[in-house]
Nanobody, 121 residues
Framework: QVQLVESGGGLVQTGGSLRLSCAAS????????LGWYRQAPGKQRELVAR???????NYADSAKGRFAISRDSAKNTIYLQMNSLKPEDTAVYYC???????????????WGQGTQVTVSS
């Protein structure tokens, strides 16, 4: 089993910055994809950024040039650096990992419970 805990959300003014963290615990054998998603009220959950086990990154068009996803394997933590924030970025942000666990060797998706990001105009 893999557990994820997000932190770093909060209230920020337009143009400000936040760094989200996702601390993972549990046994991981290999990484397929690590990512950040967000969901605004009344809207579908959408992919914001992802990084593969090989280190390749992808971003939503709305995040490109402003957000950066990274990982620290020593700390078992994933980060999302968010700069030049806009009101449209307001949402609950969720950490997601698709991994093969170290004990069962089964591929699965794991989600955190989310952290609120609010950008004021």
């Amino acid at each position: 089993q893999v557990q994820l805990v997000e932190s770093g959300g909060g209230l920020v003014q337009t143009g400000g910055s936040l760094r989200l963290s996702c601390a993972a615990s549990g046994s991981i054998f290999s990484i397929d994809v690590l990512g950040w998603y967000r969901q605004a009220p009344g809207k579908q959950r959408e992919l914001v950024a992802r990084i593969t086990g090989g280190g390749s990154t992808n971003y939503a068009d709305s995040a490109k040039g402003r957000f950066a996803i990274s990982r620290d394997s020593a700390k078992n933590t994933i980060y999302l650096q968010m700069n030049s924030l806009k009101p449209e970025d307001t949402a609950v942000y969720y950490c997601n990992v698709r991994v093969v666990t170290g004990i069962t060797r089964l591929l699965g998706d794991y989600w955190g419970q989310g952290t609120q990001v609010t950008v004021s105009s």
